[in-house]
C-alpha cells in the first residue's frame, strides 16, 4: 500500500489534522527517507538500530522544517540463506521469517521509529511492483539469457568477479578457501544457467551521475569507493538463479524455471512503499527518495546495481544515499564467538529510547566505524541529566519561579550579562541546520550542548537564588529565568529529531504549543510570557545499577 504520514515528528499520537496543518504550515515540500530492510537470517543487533535511528532522525528533521515526511523500513525475506536456515531448523521459510520479521518489529517500535511503512518482500503487493519492474527492464532491452560462470557468495547474496575474491585460510579448520574481498564472505564456484542486466551498459552513465551531484554518496571515502569500483569496470549482472536451487523467492515473470536474483527483489523495496507502479504512469509525489541509509557492506547494491537498474526503467534516481560506518566494542570488532554484541532491547530497557537514540547519532560514525562502550553511553546519559533535565529543573522549580511562567523577553537593550549566551541561542539554529545538511549530526548535537553548557554557566553566574530573596532584584530575576527557559526551549525543539519523546516531555513542560515547535520556531526567540505545563517526572531519571 502507499505510505501514508501517520506519526507527527514529536512522537505523540496527536490528532491527525493537527499534524498536516504543522507538518505543511513552513512548506509544501516532501521527504522520503529509507532505511534498508533487514535480512532475516539473524536476530536485530545494534547495527540495525542504527540504521533505523539515522533514517528516523533524518525523517523527523525534515518534518522539523515542514516537510511532509514518508520513512519506510522493514524485512527482507527472500534467497538461499533463508531457505537454508529454514531447512536446518525444520520449520517453513515463511514461519522463520515471520517469527525475526517481528523481532525487527518490536525494535523498531521500541526505539521509536516513526515509520510510515514496515515492509516485508513477503508481502503481495511487493512481488507485484518487483515482477512489474523486472517487464520495464525486459522491455527496454536491458535483461537477456545467458550463462553465468563465476564466483557466489551465499552470505552476501552476490556474484562476484575474479578480481573481487582472494584466498585465505578457515581460522576453525585451516582450510585453504576463497573469500569476497569486499565482505570477507566465503564464496564458491558456480555455473548456471540465468538471466542478466546489463550493467556494463551503465559505467559512464553512473560515473556522471555522481560527478554531477556531489552529495549523491555521503560521506566522501564511500563516495571515493564506489567511483574505483565503477572505472575498474562493470561487467553485466546475474539477476536470477535456477529454481531447482532457490525456490525461496519470487518467480521470473513468464518462466517458472527462475527466481529472481535477491538483490533486485530487495531494493525494488524503495519503489513498492511509494505504491508504484503508480497509476497512469504519473508518480505519487514521494518518489524519488530523499536518502537512502545503509550500512558501508552494502554500499555497492545501493549505489552501483539500485542507480542503474532505475536507469534502466527511465525513473528517478534517489538524491542521497548516506552509507554508515559500523560499530565496534572497545575498539573491537563485534561478534558472537567473542562475546561482545550488544542486544538492543537490553540498551533501550537500561537507558531509554531516547538515550540511546542520542548516544547513537552523537556517537556513530560515517566515515569511521563508532565504538561502544557502556562508560561512554552512561557518560551521553550524564549528559543529558546534568547539562539539559538539570537546567528545565532549576529554572522551572517553584523556589525561583513560584509563579510557574516562562518570563517574557526582558524590554530594552540587552544585558551585557546576557549577550553571550543570547548570541549563542540567535546563532545555534543556523548551525545545527546547516550541519544537519552535511550529515554532521555530532557537529549538530556539538553545537546544541555549547549552548547549554552556555546557559547552565549563565545560571550560575547569575544567582537566581540569591535574587529570588530580594524584591528589588525580581526584573532581573525574570531576565535570568527567561534565558535559561529559552535554553531549554531552543534545545528541545532542535533536538526532537533526535529525542523525541523526551523533548516533547521538555515542551509541554515549558509551555510550548504543538504549533509552535518547528525549526523556524526556534530561529526566533520568544517574545511574550506564558504559563509552563504541569511536571509530571524528572526528564532523565538516575539511572539504577
Known amino acids: 500500500m502507499p505510505l501514508i504520514p501517520i506519526r507527527p515528528f514529536s512522537g505523540r499520537l496527536i490528532p491527525a489534522t493537527l499534524y498536516v496543518r504543522a507538518s ?64 536446518k531448523n525444520n520449520v517453513s521459510p515463511l514461519e522463520l521469517c515471520d517469527r525475526v520479521s517481528e523481532s525487527f518489529k518490536r525494535l523498531a517500535d521500541a526505539a521509536n521509529i516513526s515509520y510510515t511503512r514496515f515492509m516485508r518482500t513477503t508481502d503481495v503487493d511487493h512481488k507485484n511492483t518487483v515482477a512489474h519492474l523486472w517487464a520495464e527492464l525486459e522491455k527496454n532491452g ?76 555521503v560521506p566522501p571515502n564511500r563516495k571515493n569507493e564506489v567511483v574505483s569500483w565503477i572505472q575498474a569496470g562493470l561487467a553485466d549482472l546475474s539477476i536470477s538463479r ?26 525494488t523495496n524503495y519503489l513498492t512503499a511509494t505504491g508504484y507502479p503508480w497509476s497512469n504512469g504519473s508518480k505519487t509525489g514521494v518518489w524519488p527518495a530523499d536518502v537512502h541509509v545503509v550500512g558501508k557492506d552494502i554500499v555497492r547494491f545501493h549505489a552501483v546495481y539500485w542507480p542503474a537498474f532505475l536507469m534502466a526503467a527511465g525513473l528517478p534516481l534517489p538524491k542521497q544515499i548516506l552509507a554508515h560506518a559500523h560499530w565496534t566494542m572497545n575498539k573491537q570488532k563485534m561478534s558472537k564467538s567473542k562475546g561482545n554484541v550488544i542486544d538492543p532491547f537490553l540498551l533501550i530497557d537500561r537507558f531509554g529510547a531516547d538515550a540511546v537514540r542520542y548516544f547513537l547519532v552523537r556517537d556513530g560514525g560515517l566515515a569511521d566505524d563508532g565504538d561502544y562502550s557502556e562508560s561512554n553511553m552512561i557518560k551521553r546519559y550524564k549528559d543529558l541529566a546534568g547539562q539539559l533535565g538539570n537546567l528545565l529543573s532549576r529554572s522551572t522549580a517553584a523556589a525561583l519561579n513560584p509563579d510557574g511562567v516562562a518570563p517574557a523577553m526582558p524590554r530594552g537593550s540587552v544585558d551585557h ?56 532584584q525580581k526584573e532581573r530575576l525574570h531576565e535570568v529565568l ?64
Open 24 to 87: 505543511r504550515r513552513a512548506s509544501h515540500s516532501k521527504a522520503y527517507i529509507t532505511s534498508p530492510i533487514y535480512y532475516v537470517n539473524a536476530v536485530p543487533h545494534i547495527g540495525h538500530l542504527y540504521s533505523s535511528v539515522l533514517a528516523d532522525t533524518l525523517k523527523r528533521y525534515y518534518a522539523l522544517k515542514g516537510a511532509e515526511t514518508y520513512l519506510c523500513t522493514g524485512t527482507d525475506e527472500h534467497g538461499l540463506k533463508i531457505q537454508q536456515a529454514a531447512a
Open 142 to 217: 536491458y535483461i537477456y539469457k545467458g550463462n553465468h560462470e563465476g564466483w557466489y557468495a551465499v552470505s552476501d547474496e552476490a556474484f562476484y568477479a575474479n578480481n573481487q575474491v582472494e584466498k585465505t585460510t578457515d581460522a576453525e579448520t585451516g582450510e585453504s578457501i576463497m573469500v569476497a574481498t569486499e565482505s570477507g564472505q566465503r564464496v564458491e564456484w558456480t555455473n548456471e544457467e540465468n538471466y542478466k542486466f546489463r550493467l556494463s551498459a551503465f559505467q559512464d552513465r553512473l560515473l556522471e551521475w555522481i560527478e554531477s551531484n556531489p552529495t549523491a554518496i
Open 242 to 267: 535456477l529454481r531447482s536451487r532457490l525456490d525461496w523467492g519470487i518467480p521470473v515473470p513468464n518462466d517458472p524455471d527462475h527466481t529472481i536474483y535477491v538483490w533486485l527483489d530487495a531494493l
Open 417 to 472: 550579562r546576557d549577550e553571550t549566551l543570547r548570541n549563542s541561542l540567535t546563532e545555534l539554529p543556523a548551525i545545527f541546520e546547516k550541519a544537519f545538511e552535511a550529515r554532521e549530526f555530532n557537529k549538530a548535537l556539538s553545537a546544541i550542548f555549547d549552548m547549554l553548557a552556555e546557559a547552565n554557566k549563565h545560571f550560575t553566574d547569575n544567582q537566581p537564588w540569591v535574587l529570588a530573596k530580594d524584591p528589588n
Open 482 to 545: 527567561y534565558y535559561s527557559i529559552e535554553s531549554c526551549r531552543v534545545a528541545a525543539i532542535l533536538l526532537q529529531p533526535v529525542m523525541p519523546t523526551k523533548m516533547s516531555d521538555l515542551l509541554d513542560r515549558v509551555g510550548v504549543d504543538y504549533k509552535n515547535r518547528s525549526l523556524s520556531d526556534a530561529a526566533t526567540l520568544s517574545t511574550e510570557s506564558r504559563r509552563l505545563g504541569n511536571s509530571s517526572s524528572i526528564l532523565f531519571p538516575r539511572l539504577k545499577n
